[in-house]
């Protein structure tokens, strides 16, 4: 969770910069997840794990999924986490330690 704990909202473009064609043709340019965000955040800092808030999930198909998720399914508390590579600096037990307090924040 180094780089985002979730996103927040997610902006209707999918593809690269010179190719980005619209997710959903009529859809809205933005649209607001209701998921705990901020309550998440504080809670994986309660147990000691570092994570932040970011605004972007990508430019490919983590935006493309995230923002369907959210066009589709308006009622669900939707998330997008991005863990690093356990490799780095959480450990996979960490990571798993971390999804299991996000998904207890609801």
């Known amino acids: 969770l180094s780089s985002a704990a979730s996103d927040v909202y997610k902006r209707q473009a999918f593809g690269s910069s010179e190719n980005q064609k619209l997710i959903i043709e009529k859809g809205p340019q ?9 309550e998440a955040l504080s809670h994986l800092f309660t147990h000691f794990i570092q994570a ?6 990508g430019e490919y198909i983590c935006n493309a999924l995230y ?10 508390p939707c998330i997008f986490v991005h863990f ?9 037990d960490q990571m798993s ?8 924040s609801l």
Not at 30 to 38: G, Q
Not at 52 to 57: C, T
Not at 67 to 76: A, G, K, N, T, W
């Open 97 to 104: 330690k971390a999804l299991e307090i996000i998904i207890q």
């Open 67 to 76: 923002y369907q998720v959210m066009y589709y399914h308006p009622q669900i």
């Open 84 to 92: 690093p590579s356990p490799t780095s600096s959480l450990s996979i």
């Open 30 to 38: 933005t649209i607001y997840s209701i998921f705990p965000s901020i």
């Open 52 to 57: 932040e808030i970011s605004l972007d999930a």
